[in-house]
Every structure is written in C-alpha cells, then in structure tokens.
C-alpha cells in the first residue's frame, strides 16, 4: 500500500476530519445541532413527518415520501450489514453530546434518508420556504453526523450517493406507475375479479423474505442491521396494503382546510402510533422474545394504520369533514 492509499483511507475512514472539526469558535453552534440532528433523523420522526405530509399536507406527496423512506430503511440495513463497516474508533464526541448507535457505519442512514424525504420536498412542494429547509437539512446532516463522531467522511459521502440512487429511482419508479399515486382502480372491478387480494399478496410475497435474514448468532451491530431491514419490508408492506386498501375504497383527500382539522388528523395519527407502535410494541415484548416476525408484523400494522385505517376513520367522522 503506497502514501496515496494511505492518505486516502485515513481521509475518508479516518479520525483525522472528524478531529479537524473540532476546537473552533463554531463548536457552541455545531455541539446543540448535532444532538437535534440526531433526532431528528430518527424513525420516529421520519414517521411523523412522513404523516403529516401524507394526511395533512398533500397524500401522493406523503406516498412518495413513504415509498422512499421504506426503501431507503431497506437498502441501508442489507448494506450495513454486508460491508459491516464500523464507526469512528477512540472518538470522545458522541459521549459528550449524549448521543450513541448501535448499527455498523456505512452508509450513514441518516444523510441517505435526509437525502431522500427532504428531495421528495424539494421537488414536489410549491413552498420556497420548506424548499430552503430541505436544502439545508441535507447539507447539514453529514456536518452534523461527522461532528458527534457517529460517521466518517466515507460513511456519509455513501449515503449521499446512496440517498440520491433511491430517490431517483423512485421518482423513476412512480413517473413509470403513475397509478400508484391514484385514488382509484379505474375501470376495475376488484370485487368480481379477485385482483386487490392479488396485489395485497404481492406485497407480502416481495417483503416477508426479510423475515428470514440472518439475525441471530452474530455481532449485535449485524443484528441491528438486519432488524432495520426487517422493520423496514414490514412498514413497506403494511402501507401498500393501505394504499390499495384506500384505492379500493376510492379515499382521496387534500390538504387540512384549517386548525380543527389538522389537528384532528393529526390527532388520529398519534393515538393510533401511540397504541400500535408504542403499546403494542410493549406486548409482543412481553409475550415474545425478540423475533424477525414479530418485528416486521409490528411495523405492517402501524403503517397499515397510517396508511388506510386512520384516513378511514377520519371519512367517518361527521361525515368526513375533517378529510374533505
């Protein structure tokens, strides 16, 4: 290995950087980011944003956004765990902001995540406003993630590169099924033709095989890894069923005409989150060892909820007027 090689490795999957950003006047700004960043790039709340786009904003932008994330959840886990990269070794910073992860390094979830739900914003919203904190989330997110010391420069460099294949591939993807975006199954006939209990299958048959990743037996970052992956073909699932759901049903919806109603909405999705992800999550706790199919069956109900239940029962409020 020449100085070239050398040099290279330690810039891109080295200290020395993430060690450079440090000890300047713009520590007492960048110290505060990092840790909102950090959760700010959690699942919990991409959920929620995800939800308040999808119900309270604009439902095919919403789509879009869950389409990406559930992807992106998927490619960062099967990633992580087959290069099985780890983070920054003897690096202080992340102790002392109060912050840790369990899962390998590369790519960094959340620049590849940042780079897909907040694009999805910048190329489908008509705010200039949301556009500029897109912009700035994104460009923020590697700062953010290489400060706490959680990710070295080659870490975040792939999940920009990452971010960027997902997002594209699934505006490709949707530009290609524009249908998938519709309210309705024009001109079908699902009741006579069996052909929603069809698509329903497909989800399920393309995501369950995750239920059977390697989980057990390995490192515990492998583990997590894997578990991202599983949680990730589970929401994927339980939400594409909620959209066909939605389309048999012929639900469509625009934006929350006022407070009332955006607080409704809003209001339905937390208590649903609230039972299904946090008190039910408590239950399959207790009555089950932590299990590939208990994981991916926890996050299809969720998003399923998300997805169909939660418009659904706004539609039967009042006559649906917090979903007109």
């Known amino acids: 290995m020449n100085w070239t090689t050398i040099s290279v490795n330690e810039t891109m999957f080295g200290n020395s950087v993430l060690e450079a950003m440090h000890g300047t006047f713009l520590d007492s700004l960048l110290g505060p980011l990092s840790v909102l960043f950090h959760y700010l790039g959690s699942t919990a709340f991409f959920m929620a944003l995800v939800s308040f786009i999808y119900l309270g904003v604009d439902r095919k932008v919403g789509i879009r956004?869950?389409?990406?994330?559930?992807?992106?959840?998927?490619?960062?886990?099967?990633?992580?765990?087959?290069?099985?990269s780890s983070r920054p070794l003897g690096l202080p910073f992340a102790q002392e902001l109060g912050i840790s992860e369990s899962s390998y390094g590369f790519p960094s979830g959340h620049v590849q995540t940042a780079v897909v739900l907040y694009g999805i914003l910048f190329l489908h919203?008509?705010?200039?406003?949301?556009?500029?904190?897109?912009?700035?989330?994104?460009?923020?997110?590697?700062i953010a993630r290489m400060y706490a010391?959680?990710?070295?420069?080659?870490?975040?460099?792939?999940?920009?590169?990452?971010?960027v294949l997902v997002l594209f591939g699934t505006e490709?993807?949707?530009?290609?099924?524009?249908?998938?975006?519709?309210?309705?199954?024009?001109g079908?006939?699902?009741?006579?033709?069996?052909?929603?209990?069809?698509?329903?299958?497909?989800?399920?048959?393309l995501t369950i095989p995750s239920v059977l990743l390697p989980g057990e037996g390995g490192a515990r970052e492998a583990l997590h890894?894997?578990?991202?992956?599983?949680?990730?073909?589970?929401?994927?699932?339980?939400?594409?069923?909620?959209?066909?759901?939605?389309r048999?049903?012929?639900?469509?919806?625009g934006p929350a005409k006022d407070r009332i109603s955006w607080t409704v909405r809003m209001g339905m999705v937390a208590i649903g989150i609230l039972i299904l992800y946090v008190l039910l999550g408590r239950i399959f706790a207790s009555l089950f060892p932590e299990n590939p199919v208990a994981r991916y069956l926890r996050y299809g109900i969720v998003c399923?909820?998300?997805?169909?239940?939660?418009?659904?029962?706004?539609?039967?409020?009042r006559g649906g007027i917090y979903l007109l």
């Open 65 to 84: 956004m869950a389409l990406g994330l559930m992807l992106a959840g998927i490619l960062n886990g099967s990633c992580k765990a087959i290069f099985q």
């Open 125 to 142: 919203l008509k705010s200039n406003f949301v556009k500029w904190i897109g912009v700035f989330c994104i460009f923020f997110m590697p």
């Open 149 to 163: 010391g959680l990710h070295y420069l080659g870490d975040v460099v792939g999940g920009l590169f990452i971010g």
């Open 172 to 186: 490709l993807f949707l530009k290609v099924h524009p249908e998938v975006l519709e309210s309705d199954f024009s």
């Open 188 to 205: 079908v006939e699902l009741r006579s033709s069996g052909r929603l209990k069809s698509y329903r299958l497909l989800w399920i048959v």
């Open 225 to 246: 890894s894997w578990e991202q992956v599983v949680s990730s073909s589970g929401a994927l699932a339980g939400f594409g069923i909620g959209i066909l759901s939605n």
């Open 248 to 253: 048999a049903r012929g639900l469509d919806w």
């Open 304 to 317: 399923y909820y998300i997805g169909h239940l939660s418009p659904l029962l706004l539609k039967r409020m």
